[in-house]
């Protein structure tokens, strides 16, 4: 059904048009659908793919997948000099930290950004643990230091004998963040902005903490120039009528715990809608931040496309069955479409080495037609 054709009457209420819909998705299918979801594996540039005539009326899911989970370093062996003094913004503000050792890192954060950033740097062998988002390539056998989702299990993170930690804040409990200090390990706090400048400024940040400065900057630099010419070439396939760039919202998914969360301005998925071209449907909400999903705020965004991570569709049962529970979701021009693109937790929002790589995948995804 086209945006165009779509008309829900004015005088109806809202609890009668959830009903209603409820009613008629209640015979979905509620099975997981993320197995039959398509992907766009051409590898072409965007420019040589088939595309959509209308991106703001696809019809069905769609998977953005990177070509291989990867990072690839900027650096074998980078110079590291040490001991050296950076900023670390505490919870009671700025202090100086001195890191005297990181032959043993830890690197834990909400996105996995900050590993991916030392992997990136060329640093990845010193790297002993991991959390749950740090998934790219070369880090399976690390063990998990997180529990029940992205909590930070003390006593094995102790176990690992680490001799810095660098983490941005997003997990915790942050008094075991304070204990490793009373225990002698050095704890690192970054200012992590999910942003793509952000990405770069963290490169930095965290050769800096390394010791190895000058690795930062090229990184910095590679992943602005990358993300840059991503933009770009996006930018270049877009519809040259803007009635036909698609309304995108990002849903934050997790059905076991009876979380929806619609991410707004500062979570980054600002971001990602952006550098798509799309049209930052929380934005025109004033939506800030990640919070609760309401059935107003749907219904008023009314999306072309929802973006979601894989896991989070899967844990709601997929399409079909997210619908059905969701009637609110279903009345949305991208509900009735069936307008979901999925991609990998631990790389969604993972801003860092990979920026660009997620970037064109999602934009593969939004504007080219499966192969």
């Known amino acids: 059904m086209t945006r165009r054709q779509t008309s829900q009457p004015a005088a109806a209420s809202l609890a009668t048009m959830l009903a209603a819909t409820l009613l008629l998705t209640g015979c979905a299918t509620t099975g997981s659908d993320i197995a039959r979801t398509p ?42 000099s040490l001991p050296v003094t950076v900023t670390s913004y505490d919870s009671d503000g700025e202090v100086s930290v001195e890191v005297a050792d990181a032959s043993r890192v830890l690197a834990l954060d909400l996105a996995g950004s900050i590993a991916a950033t030392v992997w990136g740097l060329g640093l990845g062998d010193r790297l002993v643990g991991r959390d749950t988002s740090t998934t790219f390539e070369g880090t399976a056998d690390l063990p998990l230091v997180t529990s029940s989702g992205h909590t930070i299990n003390a ?33 690192v706090f970054l200012d992590n902005e999910p942003t793509f400048d952000g990405a770069a400024q963290l490169a930095r940040d965290v050769g800096s903490a390394l010791g190895a400065p000058a690795a930062g900057e090229v990184l910095a630099a590679a992943l602005e120039a990358e993300v840059a010419a991503t933009v770009a070439e996006i930018a270049e396939i877009l519809p040259a009528d803007e009635a036909l760039r698609p309304r995108v919202i990002f849903l934050y998914l997790r059905g076991s715990s009876g979380i929806y969360y619609l991410f707004g301005e500062g979570s980054g998925a600002d971001e990602l809608i952006a550098g798509l071209g799309g049209i930052d449907v929380a934005a025109e909400l004033g939506w800030s931040g990640e919070r609760p999903m309401t059935d107003e705020a749907l219904i008023a965004a009314d999306p072309d496309v929802i973006l979601v991570m894989t896991d989070g569709l899967e844990s709601v049962g997929g399409v079909d069955a997210l619908l059905a529970a969701k009637p609110a979701i279903a009345l949305t021009h991208a509900g009735q479409n069936r307008r979901f693109v999925d991609m990998a937790d631990g790389d969604v929002l993972s801003f860092g080495p990979r920026s660009a790589a997620v970037l064109d995948a999602l934009a593969r995804a939004v504007y080219a037609v499966p192969s």
């Open 39 to 80: 992907v766009v594996t051409d590898d072409r540039p965007l420019s040589e793919l088939t595309l959509y005539p209308d991106p703001s009326d696809v019809e069905g899911p769609t998977t953005a997948v990177l070509p291989n989970e990867a990072i690839e370093p900027i650096a074998v062996d980078p110079t590291v």
């Open 155 to 187: 006593e094995a993170v102790i176990a690992l004998r680490p001799t810095l930690v660098l983490t941005d804040g997003t997990i915790g409990p942050r008094d075991v963040l304070e204990q490793l200090r009373q225990v002698g390990v050095t704890v």
